[in-house]
């Protein structure tokens, strides 16, 4: 297992701080509920994001209960996720999850 699979199998909840919570929303109707989905569903692939000035970033690919495909930018603080913000998976980004689900269309 990788160091970044450990670290969601690592994490014990989530973090929303009040920007974020409305921020993929409002800008992607992308609910609360499907970005902590994305964590829970099988496959993911995770990889460490752009860095951050402060802290460090990842990203996770994969899918809401609906299958829904999205990315999610987030950080870890005191073992929970902190989502910072959640969208609909690029092109680039469903080629990558393709790889690992084929049936991602």
Do not use: C
């Not at 402060?54 to 999205?70: A, C, F, P, Q």
């Not at 393709?98 to 991602?104: D, L, N, R, W, Y």
């Amino acid at each position: 297992m990788s160091d970044l699979d450990d670290l969601l199998t690592g994490l014990t909840g989530f973090e929303w701080d009040d920007g974020s919570s409305t921020k993929s929303w409002e800008r992607h109707h992308v609910t609360q509920a499907e970005t902590e989905e994305v964590f829970f569903n099988r496959p993911v692939v995770v990889m460490a994001a752009k860095p951050a000035d402060r802290e460090i970033r990842y990203n996770v690919l994969g899918r809401t209960s609906d299958d829904r495909l999205l990315s999610v930018v987030f950080t870890v603080r005191r073992g929970l996720a902190r989502p910072i913000s959640a969208r609909p998976m690029s092109r680039k980004e469903r080629t990558a999850y393709a790889e690992i689900s084929p049936e991602v269309p």
